[in-house]
């Protein structure tokens, strides 16, 4: 259950910054759009030049699902 909390938590961070880095570096609708449309942040962001922001939020959505199926699995 921490963990479940704790990867949304870090998903959630992750996203904002991503928008929030996309949104200052390119053209500012970029940011709007990708925080409304949570799967073009991390694509757009990895052509924008944030590669590390993007993993981020590929590696916490992973964590975040695999959580998911764990509490699925012992439900």
Do not use: E, Q, T
């Not at 880095?21 to 942040?41: I, N, T």
């Not at 990895?46 to 993007?54: C, D, F, I, N, T």
């Amino acid at each position: 259950m921490i963990a479940l909390a704790a990867s949304f938590g870090a998903l959630l961070a992750s996203h904002v910054a991503l928008s929030f880095g996309l949104g200052r570096k390119g053209p500012w609708h970029r940011g709007l759009v990708a925080f409304v449309v949570p799967p073009l942040a991390p694509f757009w962001g990895y052509h924008g030049k944030l590669h590390a922001r993007s993993l981020a939020w590929i590696v916490a959505l992973s964590i975040h699902l695999l959580c998911l199926m764990a509490a699925n699995i012992g439900s």
